[in-house]
């Protein structure tokens, strides 16, 4: 099994900035794309950035396009989620997820983790 640990969270003010960490323990090895959802009170889990094995295929929802980056380390066991100019309706507890395979999107996100809460003041 893999563990996927997310960091980085907290609260900032509207224009801020935060950069999210998801570090993978346990079986570390193989083939996968990983992706950041969000999920605020009230609504749905949904999709932010996702990033290929290679790192040269990356996804980001409208709402953050140009505001946040998604990249990975060299040994590919953590994956960063820059996120700049922040605001209120970002708000949202943000989890990081491994698929299997080479490509995005996965046939599904088979590994998440617990989650970093995300707090953006006006």
């Known amino acids: 099994q893999v563990q996927l640990i997310e960091s980085g969270g907290g609260l900032v003010q509207a224009g801020g900035s935060l950069r999210l960490t998801c570090a993978a323990s346990?079986?570390?090895?193989?083939?996968?794309?990983t992706g950041w959802f969000r999920q605020a009170p009230g609504k749905e889990r949904d999709l932010v950035a996702a990033?290929?094995?290679?790192?040269?295929?990356?996804y980001y929802a409208d709402s953050v396009k140009g505001r946040f980056t998604i990249s990975r380390d060299n040994a590919k066991t953590t994956v960063y989620l820059q996120m700049n100019s922040l605001k209120p309706d970002d708000t949202a507890v943000y989890y990081c997820?491994?698929?299997?395979?080479?490509?995005?999107?996965?046939?599904?996100?088979?590994?998440w983790g617990q989650g970093t809460q995300v707090t953006v003041s006006s």
């Open positions: 997820a491994r698929g299997e395979g080479p490509m995005l999107p996965p046939r599904e996100y088979a590994y």
């Open positions: 346990g079986r570390t090895w193989g083939i996968y794309v």
């Open positions: 990033i290929s094995w290679s790192g040269s295929n990356t």
